[in-house]
């Protein structure tokens, strides 16, 4: 009888392991399907992204930003936040005061920092801290802010 107290609470303790290590595994977090990789909060040299971009999604429209990434568009009242800068992936996010509206986005930039392709998408409409509306791609190209000598003309 002896015997088979100790199998049964073997099977019991052996049990209760077992379901312990899949209740741990069970309930790791996961990340959303779409939602882009963990950001670095190492703001790299933001300094590349000052100046103004051509922001191309149907319509053309001028970003404005500071040394650190920030800054305004025309559309909505739109701002824009950088986030992280790690080495050619810009990260941040963006806020349309005049619509309530407010999302993330990604640029992967071209090797010299003059352009980039990216993505954007919604995590706020309103009171909706959910929206299901998709976002898009768009195109940044860097506008020229010195004018080069060679496009100055030459004295009379």
Known sequence: MSDRRISITGLILI????????????????????????????PG????????????????????????GNGTYAWKDGHFETQALN?????????QRENDREGGFTVELSPDYTEGEGRWWYTRIGAN?????????????????????????PAP
Not at 16 to 40: F, K, N, Q, W, Y
Not at 45 to 67: C, F, I, N
Not at 87 to 95: D, R, S, T
Not at 141 to 150: D, G, N, P, Q, V
């Open 87 to 95: 080495g050619h992936l810009w990260q941040g996010m963006w806020v």
């Open 15 to 42: 049990t209760g392991l077992i379901s312990a290590c899949a209740a741990t595994e069970m309930h790791r977090p996961l990340p959303a399907p779409d939602a882009p990789a963990a950001v670095s909060q190492d």
């Open 45 to 68: 040299d933001r300094g590349v992204l000052a100046g103004e971009w051509e922001y191309e999604d149907g319509a053309v429209l001028t970003l404005r930003l500071d040394e650190q």
């Open 129 to 153: 801290q959910a929206p299901t509306e998709k976002g898009g791609t768009f195109h940044l190209t860097r506008k020229s802010s010195h004018a080069s000598l060679s496009d100055t003309p």
